[in-house]
Each structure stands twice: as C-alpha cells, then as structure tokens.
C-alpha cells in the first residue's frame, strides 16, 4: 500500500507540474524546462567525486557504458531500502591505469544534499548488465553487476552494502550529514558476496539472472555458463544460506554447445507459475536446442534434457523462431516446426508448421496449438487442428505490391493440391476494392493491410470469417528482440 501511495504521490505531483504549462506566458513557454528539485545537488555531488577521482589518481575519470539489461542509465534512480521511494542515485566511473579501475557510486539524499552511501568496484573495460534485488532476506538490496572483463570474458558480482557502517541512530540529520560526509571510500566500501564466472548470449541477454527460483520468498541468483570445449555447459543457482552466498545446485545444459543466443526467464505450465530459465543454444551441427532449466521436486532441473545429455527440444531447418508465449497466458511455449509437403517440382515447397508446447512442473511437454509464422510478411495463423495432415503451403507473389501465401488441400503425391484460403500482405489498397472482390480485411497498419479470400467450391476448411479474424495476428517485434 506504501508503494502505491508513493506511485500515486508522484502521479499527482506531475500532474500538477504539468497543468502549470496551461496558464504560462508566450514567453515562458519558449523557456528551458526546469530540472526536478534535488537535480543540482545530484550533480554538484557527482562533480565532486569526479573531481576528487581526478586529483587522487592523477588522470581524467571516464564514463562508463553499460552495454544490456533493463538499468542502462548513466545515472540510476533506485529503491534499495525497498520503502517504495528511489532515495538513491546510482552512477559509474572508470579510472584508467589502477586496479579495479571501475568505480560504482551510490548516494542518498539527506535534507537538500546527496551524498555517498555506498561504493563497489570492479576490474574490466566495462559494465555489462546491472541489477538489484533483496538476496540476504534483510537491510538494503544487493547490487549484482556483470563484468566485461574484455572481449567474450565476463565475471557476475554480486556486493552487499549492509556491513557499511552508516552514522544516524541517534543523531539528527544535520549531525548525521557530518558525519557520512567524513567517511572514507574504504568505509564506504560494499562487500562482495560473489565474484564468478558467467556467459553472454549472442543476442546480447545476460547470463545472470536474478529471482526467486525455488518460491522460498528469496531471491536466488542464476548464473549460465558455457565451457569453449563444448563440455560443462551448465546453469549453477547461488543463493543466501548461513550468512553467505553459497552454491545451492547446478543444472547441466545440452552436451555439444557451440554458442548460446537467447536466455530468457518465464514460467512453467501449471498452478503454481514455476518461474523456469529457457536457454536457446547452437549445437556444433548447426541445429538449435532449447534447455528448460527449473525446480522440479525441489530440484534443479534440465527438464527438457534426454537421456543423451542434449535437449529433446531441437530445431533443425527452422531457426527463426525463439520460445515465446504464443497464446498470452503467461507461460511460454516452445517452437517444434515440421516441414509440410510439396506437389510436383515446386519451386516454394519451404513451407513449415510449428507446433507449440509447454513443460509443466512435472516436465512433461503438453501440446498448445499450432501455427504457420510468415516471418517476411510479419504475420502468424493458428491453424485447425482438423488441418493436420490435410494442407500445404504455396507462394504467388506475381502481382507488384501484393504477396499472397495460398493455404490448399493436400491430396497426395500425385494429385495436384486444391487452394482453399489465400491470405495477402497489400503495400498500399483501397478497402472499397477489396471488400467489393469479395475479400476479407484481417488487419490495417500503417501502409499496409492485411486480407483474405476463399476460394470458392474447393475444400471445406471449417473456419468462417470471424474465426479467420481471430486466428489471424501479425508478429510482435518485441518477441524476438526484447
């Protein structure tokens, strides 16, 4: 309630700095906008420990880029006592020639002034990922920070700022404002709970993950790594245990790994949101596998991995597609294509369905639905399951400005096949025409529109107009790039 009350506060207070913009002068409007409050002393505080960097080593201090995840800001507002108000400002420097060149500071505003509360350094060339999360169960959040040590080499912090012995019981805050500002970098210092190797996805996803693993209300963190030899590929979960971060189990990935590409967090099918890690790989043959990494039965588990040490989940020929939640029910599903068949010497006989699945807490994989993906024209179809076995897929791109992907009815090796459904991807139309030729509109976006025709006396496919409509979706970007 704390949190939603803040969230609301903040909501009010913008809203009422912004209704401000309706009653201002020609003049004023035409002004520089106005930083938020506390923004000067933010950066008064920052210049000076730049400066002090500066002077103390004797060279320019940089700053430092971080490279993927979702905190990628030079400077980071942050909740890390988890009172639901990011009192804290998180921003990063990077003295060339010493050890540990990579400086991480935190400050907290006190009265009208920021000041730091909190330090972690680190050795390589730049930061990879970042996050924060409550680990030890007590005190501030844990900072987890990946570093790229240098090319293709990456090592998962992970500090704590609790031991920083912070001045204020007692004290009022103008007392207490001293006395922080007295304190030393080392006193300030965070301490480093974890210092390990881990993997980056070809996609640019990190190999560390942070979340409750196991649902005992802590987080866990999760590491993926990947040995050069194709061996030892493995995903190892750390955890707080005994006041430590210690190594609670190891999942092996599949055998034979030559790249990973995707790593994603989601759930397992079933009551209880299992929350699972999906790892997308390139076998050294060139498929891809998909490893499902989860506690099942209070262990860690590879439950997609078969008896031959590689995952049952593999894709040969059909790479585009990554797991997904295909059907939004918060779950994710994995792709299993299968290649339809071809009438004659076709020159389009590329054509493939993916059926998609889920693992449940038990590892069993259950059948979702199916689906035919144009990924060149950007839109996907859930096909019948009465259309298993029954169709193939065929191409007419002939007419400029229009590509039409024609649906027919399979009727063996040696008879030519019966178009049922085309559906078109138009660059530019007017409606009037479409609907006057009998077509059905699935979709209008910007320059384009998406449209459909039966075909008139052939196979009875089952589907009418409205179920063609909600069968028809095109393919969201942020599926394969989020």
């Known amino acids: 309630m704390r949190r939603r009350g803040a969230a609301l506060g903040l909501i009010l207070s913008m809203l009422l700095t912004l209704s401000g913009c309706l009653f201002r002068s020609p003049d004023d409007l035409y002004r520089q906008p106005e930083k938020s409050p506390g923004y000067e002393q933010l950066n008064a505080a920052i210049r000076a420990v730049r400066t002090g960097l500066e002077t103390e080593f004797s060279t320019r201090v940089e700053d430092v880029t971080i490279m993927a995840g979702d905190n990628t800001a030079s400077i980071q507002l942050q909740d890390l006592d988890g009172d639901g108000l990011r009192e804290s400002a998180v921003t990063f420097f990077r003295v060339p020639g010493i050890e540990k060149p990579i400086k991480i500071y935190i400050f907290t505003q006190i009265r009208e002034e920021y000041v730091v509360t909190g330090v972690v350094e680190g050795e390589g060339s730049a930061i990879y990922a970042i996050d924060y999360a409550q680990i030890n169960g007590e005190g501030r959040k844990e900072i987890a920070v990946n570093w790229q040590i240098s090319t293709g080499a990456y090592q998962l912090g992970v500090y704590t700022l609790d031991d920083i012995d912070l001045p204020g019981e007692g004290l009022s805050e103008e007392e207490a404002l001293a006395a922080v500002r007295a304190m030393t970098r080392a006193s300030l210092m965070g301490a480093e709970r974890l210092l390990t190797r881990c993997s980056v996805a070809g996609d640019g996803s990190s190999g560390c993950r942070l979340l409750d693993m196991d649902r005992d209300t802590r987080v866990e963190v999760l590491v993926t790594r990947m040995d050069a030899s194709g061996l030892g590929n493995q995903v190892e979960v750390y955890g707080w245990q005994d006041g430590a971060m210690t190594s609670l189990a190891i ?186 030729d009998g077509w059905i509109v699935l979709r209008e976006e910007e320059n384009v529109t998406y449209a459909a025709k039966f075909h008139t006396g052939s196979w009875n496919s089952g589907l009418d107009e409205m179920d063609l409509r909600e069968r028809f979706n095109t393919i969201q970007r942020s599926w394969y790039n989020e």
């Open 251 to 436: 999942a092996e990935l599949s055998a034979g790994i030559a790249s990973i590409n995707r790593i994603r967090t989601n759930y397992l099918a079933g009551e209880y949101y299992q929350p699972a890690l999906y790892v997308t790989s390139t076998l050294a043959d060139g498929r891809r596998a998909i490893d499902v990494v989860a506690y099942v039965d209070g262990r860690l588990t590879n439950v997609a991995l078969d008896g031959s040490g590689v995952s049952k989940e593999v894709i040969q020929g059909y790479t585009e597609i990554n797991p997904t939640d295909i059907n939004r029910d918060s779950v994710a599903e994995l792709p299993s294509p299968y290649q339809l068949p071809s009438y004659g010497e076709s020159t389009s006989s590329n054509f493939w369905l993916i059926d998609w699945g889920q693992y449940d807490q038990r590892g069993n994989r259950n059948h979702v639905l199916t689906t035919y993906h144009n990924m060149s024209d950007g839109w996907y179809l859930e096909i019948a399951e009465s259309w298993r076995d029954q169709i193939t897929i065929s191409r007419n791109d002939q007419v400029t400005g229009r590509r039409e992907v024609v649906f027919s009815h399979w009727l063996g090796d040696d008879r030519e096949p019966q178009p049922f459904l085309s559906i078109y991807r138009i660059s530019s139309s007017r409606n009037a025409d479409l609907e006057e």
